[in-house]
Structures are given as structure tokens and as C-alpha cells.
């Protein structure tokens, strides 16, 4: 149980004593503001139709019989109608020693729900930028949080390896390759694929130009560009199952997929299960069926299916073509299906940038149309764009910024400014590269998932690695230096495993009421999908151990059991913040 929800019984048990019988609802309990004397404080407005009096007198009536009937409070005070109550140093004690404990703090029993969330989600076109970075990681991070709540969490990835975009890089390195290949260049196969995608738009623009010049409409040159009309053909092809296109594809599709795993190698991602658009775009070809028969949906003239869902404040939505070809919608209404019925999910999470909204918006309201109660369990977990002090980034441009020299650069970066801050001093190079590509993919990571997923966010890499600013590596260098102090506690004897009581601090109570709070915010990190709380919260952690350790001395301390107690208590912020930043995809150094 959970410090508030304690102090809400004691706050009901008293009341009801008092006036007779409440509603857990008119017990609002929340922690008291830093300026004012106290713990937790009970807002006693609504229950002053229970007590018939002033908000004060209600207070101080309700403040008195806490006080006197329970010893975990020590006392009270009130401004105005809010009761501010100070716990006993004895249960902060109680409840450090419950923590320490237990191995699996922060873990919540297991819920029997079945989560899956589908993240990443690339084209096989080009590798992977900036805006998947944020994609991957804030689905990764998410799924670990769902776990920690108790959930049973499938991760999957839906690869978008059909349709024109990977014809056109197709098409453009049998007109231009020359036979090259990752082994011939030496270039990643995803880069080498993203390379002739970029080429082909060079071409494509080329040749626009000059039906434009030659007296045709831009719009009518756009269409008849005879590089675009070859590559509608080659997806004609492959949809036919021409056996020359079909074995290209898959043979550059195989270059892709390698130079994505060493992407989400690097990143720290993995997926339960792997999805292809190819085997999947199919799918809900019966549904459209079944919705014609249930007269959900219609079909037109040209023989296309659609929806109309203008009483419901949208518009008509395609579903099938006239030539009986399927949309995006058709694919995901099938998959959706199947993913439920497979796998007897709970909850479907889908981690999609924000230019996706009115689609899930669509699908979720088709479903529902459809019969399927499900549909309320679908999640659209929206985000918004990642752009660099230069600008937006724009991929058929070549403008990108690629999630593999990103990394690179974080992790050089890193290097860079934990040498001039002297963080590597009396490491090995094992240790100092090993340090250096911790500290670089933990100040990406934190960066990102520190903010809002629906805000649109500004990346500033050299920003990302300040290690006294509100960053991964500011939590990471804590964590470090707590390790510094616990191999000197071992050296020296100290036993700081072992049960122990003495007198606390006041900002050791405060330190212990801030350990005391991490499962509390992974369970709201799990009801809201957002990894920004335990950011927080592990920044804010380790800011309060940082001032605690500057003002007291921990291995000097001259009284033995005081020392142990600090020694102890440092260990345990260690381990929370080792834990919460493992809900994020970061990992702590025990050395820097």
C-alpha cells in the first residue's frame, strides 16, 4: 500500500468517527506544497456537508482525532480549510526498510491483461531517421513500463515493404546501380536502397522539368514522367508475381532488414514478432464483405466500397478500390482481427506519428460499426515531429538525419565532453568506449522520452549531453558516483546490507518519500503510456541525492550506525534509479 492510500484510511477512519459515513470520493488527499509544514493534506471542502461546519473548524476537529488515535501521525496544522499532516519519522523508517526488501520493487503482480504494441513501423525504402528514433524508443520504453505494471506485452513491428516507394528505389538501381551492392560499396543495405530512393527523385524531378518546358501542365508531367509511369508498371509487376521484379525485391528488401538490425542493435530495441506489409495487405478483404452484407458499408459505381461516416461528424472513407485492390484501411481493419483473435489481446497499442490521428480515429469507429466491442481497447499513442535546430527534415530530398549517424555522433559527442570534464580519467579504453556509448544513447534516449509524445520536439545533441542539467547523463553520473561510494563502503567494511535504525535527517525522509514514490509513478507511466514521468521522476531522484550528498557526509560520518544507514540508502536510490531508467531503454554505468 501506497503512503496516500494509507493516510486516506486513516483520513476515513476518523471522519466517519466524527460525522458517520463517507465516500471515498470526498476524501481528496494530495502532498502538501513545499512551503507549507506537513507530509500529505486532506482538502476537508467536501466534507463540510457532513461535518455542518467552518472549513477550519472542520480541520482542526478531523486534525485532532488523527493525532490522537494514530501514532503514525506526529501532528497538524491548518490553513484554511486544508489539513496539512506530518508523519512519524518511525514509519518513513518502517517503509524504507519494507523497500529495501523487496527484489522486485517497482514491479507490479502480474494483471493477466495482454498488451501489444506495434512500433517502428518502417518503409523499406530507406533506413531509418531521426522521427523513427523517437518512434522506436518511445514504443520500446512504453512496452517496459507496461511490463513493470504487471502486463503480458507483445511487442511487434509492421514493415511497410510493399507498394511504389520500394519500386522506385528498385527501379532507379537497375536504371543506375550497376550492380552495386552493401558487400560491393561497403555501405549499409539500407542506406545503399534510401540512396537510390533519393536518386530516383533526382531523376523523377529531371524529367518533370522537362515536360514542363516542353509545353505540358506540371500536374499532367508529374503523372507521365516516364521514370514514374515505369514504376507503377514494376508495381503492377510485382503484384502479379513477375518472377525477375518479385526476386529483386527481395533481394534489396534482404539488404534493408540487415542494416535495420544493426540500427536496433545500437538503438537497444527488439520486437517479439516481426509483421510484413507484403503477407498482411490482403487481409480484410472479408471484412469489406462482411460490412457490405451487414449494410455498414456501399459500394459505388466503379465498383469501390466505402463508408460513410458523416453523422459522425467525418467523412466517406475508401475501403476498396473499383479494380478490388486493397487501401491501408482494408489491411489494418484485417489485421486488427487477427491480432485480437490470435492473440486473445486486451489492448491494442499503436505507435504512429500524429499525421495518423484521423486514421486510427477511422479504423476504431469502422470496428465498432462492425460489431467488434474490442475496438474500444485500440490506442492510438500519437507523437509529434522531431526537428533540429536547422529545421524539418525531408527524405526524398536526401535530408534526413539518419538514425546511424545520430547515433555515431552521440556517442563521439559524448566522448568529447567527458574527456574535457576529465569523466574517463584512470578508465581503460574498454571501459572509456563502453562509458562513452552508455552516456551518448542515454542522453539521446532521455532527451526524447523526457518530453510529452504528443508535443512537437526540438533535438539539440550538444544540449542532450549536459552533465548538470536535466539530462541522462546528469542521472547516469549519479548513479556512478553512488557505485563509487558503495565499492569504497565494501572496502571499508561497511556493512550497509543488514537492518539498521537510527535517527533520519529530515532530507534523508526525504530522500526515503521519494524512493517511496517510484511505484506509484509506474503505475501512472503505465495508465498514460508516458515514459516523461519516470524521466522525471529519475531526474528529480537523483537531484535530491545530489544535494543530500553534498551537505552530508556519507563514509565520514563518525557514527557507525548512521554511516550504514547512509551507505544503505544510497545503494537503494542506486537501484531505483537503475530500475527506472531501464523502463526508459537507458543504462547505468557503475564507473565514470
Known amino acids: 500500500m501506497n503512503t496516500e492510500t494509507f493516510i486516506a484510511q486513516i483520513a476515513a477512519a476518523s471522519i466517519e468517527a466524527l460525522y458517520g459515513v463517507v465516500e471515498a470520493s470526498q476524501i481528496q488527499i494530495q502532498k502538501t506544497r513545499k512551503e507549507f509544514e506537513g507530509d500529505y493534506t486532506l482538502v476537508t471542502f467536501p466534507l463540510l456537508k457532513l461535518s455542518r461546519k467552518a472549513p477550519e473548524a472542520t480541520a482542526n476537529e478531523i486534525g485532532e482525532h488523527i493525532v490522537a488515535n494514530n501514532p503514525t501521525i506526529s501532528s497538524y496544522n491548518v490553513i484554511k480549510g486544508f489539513l496539512n499532516l506530518s508523519i512519524a519519522p518511525s514509519y518513513w523508517a518502517e517503509r524504507f526498510a519494507e523497500e529495501t526488501a523487496n527484489e522486485n520493487y517497482g514491479q507490479a503482480e502480474s494483471s493477466g491483461r495482454t498488451i501489444m504494441i506495434e512500433y517502428s513501423s518502417p518503409n523499406t525504402n530507406k533506413p531509418l531517421h531521426l522521427g523513427h528514433i523517437r518512434n522506436n524508443l518511445l514504443g520500446y520504453s512504453v512496452a517496459q513500463i507496461l511490463k513493470a505494471n504487471g502486463h503480458n506485452v507483445i511487442k511487434v513491428n509492421l514493415v511497410n515493404d510493399r507498394g511504389i516507394h520500394i519500386c522506385k528505389s528498385m527501379l532507379a538501381w537497375q536504371l543506375y546501380g550497376g550492380g552495386e551492392t552493401p558487400a560491393s560499396s561497403g555501405m549499409k543495405g539500407d542506406h545503399l536502397v534510401g540512396k537510390y530512393y533519393v536518386e530516383f527523385d533526382k531523376h523523377y524531378k529531371a524529367e518533370v522539368k522537362e515536360l514542363v518546358e516542353g509545353g505540358m501542365s506540371e500536374e499532367e508531367a508529374k503523372k507521365k514522367a516516364p521514370i514514374m509511369l515505369a514504376a507503377q508498371e514494376m508495381l503492377r509487376k510485382w503484384e502479379a508475381k513477375d518472377e525477375e521484379v518479385y526476386k529483386l525485391w527481395q533481394t534489396m528488401n534482404g539488404w534493408v532488414y540487415e542494416g535495420f538490425d544493426v540500427t536496433y542493435k545500437a538503438l537497444g530495441v527488439d520486437f517479439d514478432k516481426v509483421y510484413y506489409e507484403s503477407q498482411t495487405y490482403l487481409l480484410g478483404k472479408s471484412l469489406v464483405q462482411d460490412g457490405l452484407d451487414k449494410g455498414v458499408f456501399f459500394r459505388k459505381e466503379d465498383n469501390s466500397v466505402w463508408i460513410d461516416l458523416e453523422a459522425d461528424g467525418l467523412d466517406q472513407k475508401l475501403l476498396l478500390r473499383g479494380d478490388g485492390t486493397s487501401v491501408y484501411m482494408?489491411?489494418?481493419?484485417?489485421?486488427?482481427?487477427?491480432?485480437?483473435?490470435?492473440?486473445?489481446?486486451?489492448?491494442?497499442?499503436?505507435?504512429?506519428?500524429n499525421e495518423q490521428n484521423y486514421h486510427f480515429q477511422v479504423l476504431k469507429l469502422v470496428l465498432k460499426k462492425l460489431g467488434y466491442e474490442w475496438s474500444d481497447n485500440i490506442y492510438h499513442l500519437s507523437y509529434g515531429m522531431v526537428e533540429l535546430p536547422e529545421g524539418k527534415m525531408k527524405s526524398r530530398e536526401g535530408t534526413v538525419v539518419d538514425a546511424d549517424d545520430l547515433i555515431a555522433d552521440m556517442?563521439?559527442?559524448?566522448?568529447?565532453?567527458?574527456?574535457?570534464?576529465?569523466?574517463?580519467?584512470?578508465?581503460?579504453?574498454?571501459?572509456?568506449?563502453a562509458v562513452c556509448s552508455m552516456v551518448g544513447l542515454g542522453a539521446l534516449k532521455y532527451f526524447i522520452l523526457k518530453v510529452d509524445p504528443k508535443k512537437t520536439m526540438l533535438f539539440d545533441p550538444r544540449e542532450s549531453i549536459d552533465f548538470n542539467g536535466n539530462t541522462g547523463p546528469f542521472i547516469q553520473y549519479t548513479h556512478a558516483r553512488i557505485c563509487s561510494v558503495l565499492r569504497k563502503a565494501e572496502e571499508a567494511g561497511i556493512d550497509f546490507k543488514a537492518a539498521v535504525e537510527c535517527e533520519l535527517l529530515p532530507e534523508e525522509i526525504e530522500l526515503i518519500k521519494s524512493l517511496g514514490e517510484f511505484p506509484t509513478v509506474v503505475a501512472s507511466a503505465g495508465e498514460n503510456f508516458a515514459p516523461s514521468l519516470i524521466a522525471a521522476y529519475a531526474y528529480d531522484l537523483a537531484k535530491t541525492f545530489n544535494g543530500y550528498y553534498h551537505d552530508h557526509s556519507i563514509l565520514k560520518e563518525e557514527d557507525e550506525k548512521?554511516?550504514?544507514?547512509?551507505?544503505?540508502?544510497?545503494?537503494?536510490?542506486?537501484?531505483?534509479i537503475s530500475r527506472a531508467m531501464k523502463l526508459l531503454g537507458i543504462d547505468v554505468p557503475q564507473r565514470m
Open 411 to 433: 556517442v563521439d559527442t559524448a566522448r568529447e565532453m567527458s574527456e574535457e570534464l576529465g569523466k574517463l580519467d584512470g578508465c581503460t579504453k574498454e571501459e572509456a568506449d
Open 330 to 353: 482494408t489491411q489494418d481493419l484485417g489485421t486488427a482481427l487477427s491480432r485480437f483473435e490470435e492473440n486473445k489481446l486486451d489492448d491494442m497499442i499503436y505507435v504512429v506519428g
Open 562 to 576: 548512521k554511516r550504514q544507514m547512509r551507505v544503505k540508502l544510497a545503494a537503494e536510490v542506486a537501484r531505483v
